[in-house]
C-alpha cells in the first residue's frame, strides 16, 4: 500500500514538473506599444512569427525582415488573414539575408532611409545545421556561425545608432537576440571560433550570442538601452528532419507560442538585467565561457 501510494506520488510530481516544463514561462505583461517601431528576424514561421504577431496586436509597427521577398509577403499576408484587427500598415515586409553582408548592408540602408529611429530589434532568425559540410555564406564565412553569429552582429552593429537615437530614460532601445540552452554545450576556442569544425558549429554560435549581449551592454551601460539573450525552450518547429532521438522528445517540445513567451518578457518587462540570459521568463545562469573576454571582433 505505500509502495503504492508512493508511485503514485513520484507519478503526479513527475507529471507536475513536465506540464511547468511544457507551459514554461509566460509573459504576464499586458503593456501597448502603440507607435513603437519594431524589427524581427526570421517571421517566416515559429517564434519569430510568434513574436511579430504578439507585437503587431499589441498596437506596433512590425518590421519583417525574411530571407526571401516572397516569403516576407507570405507572412504578411497570413498575419493579416488570422488577425483582421491589425492594419496592414503595421505589418512592413522586408528581405534580408543574414548570410550576406550586402543583403545586411542593404537592409539597413533601407531602414535608415525610412525611419529616424527604432524601438527594438528582435533577432530570432537562425539555422541549426547545413545538409553541405564545410558550407560558406557569400562572403566565405563558415554558413552556421556565419549567419546565427556574424549576420546579428553586423545587423546590430549598423542599426544601433537608430536604436539610441531619440531615446531618453526610462524609454530604452531594446536589442534581444535568440540563444539556447545548446550554448552550455559549446567550445569556448573564441580565437579560432571561424575555423572550428568539429560538429559544434551551431553550439558555438549560441554561445558567442550569448557573450555578445552581455559584450554589448558592458559598452552601452550608459546608454538608454537594453540587450538580453533569450532560450526560447525545445520547440517543435526547430525539429524538421527529425532525427530518432528527436521524435522521442517531440511529445515534450513547447509549442511557438510558448516559445516565443521568454522573448516578449524580454522586450516588455521593465525590470530586465542588461546583458543577461533568460530562459522560461526568468534570468538564468549562462555558460561560464561567455563570461570570458570576448576577443573576437569584426
Known amino acids: 500500500m505505500i509502495r503504492t501510494a508512493l508511485a503514485v506520488y513520484l507519478a503526479l510530481l513527475g507529471l507536475r514538473c513536465l506540464l511547468k516544463y511544457w507551459k514554461g514561462g509566460v509573459c504576464k505583461s499586458k503593456k501597448r506599444l502603440d507607435g513603437k517601431r519594431i524589427i524581427v528576424t526570421g517571421t ?8 511579430a504577431l504578439d507585437l503587431a496586436k499589441r498596437g506596433s ?12 509577403l507570405i507572412c504578411r499576408s497570413r498575419m493579416l488573414e488570422c488577425s483582421p484587427e491589425l492594419k496592414p500598415q503595421q505589418l512592413v515586409a522586408k528581405t534580408l539575408d543574414l548570410a550576406s553582408f550586402e543583403s545586411i548592408r542593404a537592409f539597413c540602408d533601407e531602414i535608415q532611409a525610412e525611419y529616424t529611429s527604432i524601438d527594438a530589434l528582435v533577432c530570432t532568425a537562425s539555422i541549426r545545421a547545413t545538409k553541405y559540410p564545410g558550407s560558406k555564406t557569400l562572403d566565405g564565412l ?26 531618453i530614460f526610462p524609454d530604452k ?28 558549429e551551431y553550439e558555438n554560435s549560441m554561445l558567442a550570442n550569448v557573450a555578445f549581449c552581455k559584450d554589448l551592454a558592458r ?61 522560461d521568463c526568468a534570468r538564468t545562469r549562462e555558460s561560464s565561457f561567455a563570461t570570458q573576454h570576448f576577443s573576437f571582433q569584426l
Open 44 to 51: 517566416t514561421s515559429g517564434i519569430g512569427y510568434e513574436t
Open 61 to 72: 509597427t512590425v518590421i519583417m525582415a525574411c530571407r526571401t521577398e516572397l516569403s516576407a
Open 142 to 167: 563558415p554558413l552556421v556561425i556565419g549567419t546565427n553569429y556574424v549576420g546579428n552582429f553586423v545587423l546590430v552593429k549598423l542599426l544601433l545608432p537608430l536604436l539610441l537615437r531619440n531615446k
Open 173 to 200: 532601445g531594446r536589442v534581444i537576440v535568440v540563444s539556447s540552452s545548446k550554448h552550455y554545450q559549446a567550445k569556448s576556442h573564441w580565437n579560432d571560433i571561424l575555423e572550428l569544425h568539429d560538429g559544434t
Open 219 to 279: 559598452r552601452n551601460m550608459f546608454q538608454p538601452f537594453i540587450t538580453a539573450s533569450v532560450n526560447p525552450g525545445l520547440v517543435a518547429t526547430d525539429m524538421k528532419n527529425r532525427t530518432l532521438a528527436q521524435y522521442i522528445l517531440y511529445p515534450f517540445t513547447k509549442s511557438d507560442f510558448a516559445g516565443a513567451q521568454t522573448i516578449l518578457h524580454c522586450l516588455l518587462d521593465d525590470d530586465i538585467v542588461s546583458g543577461a540570459y533568460y530562459s
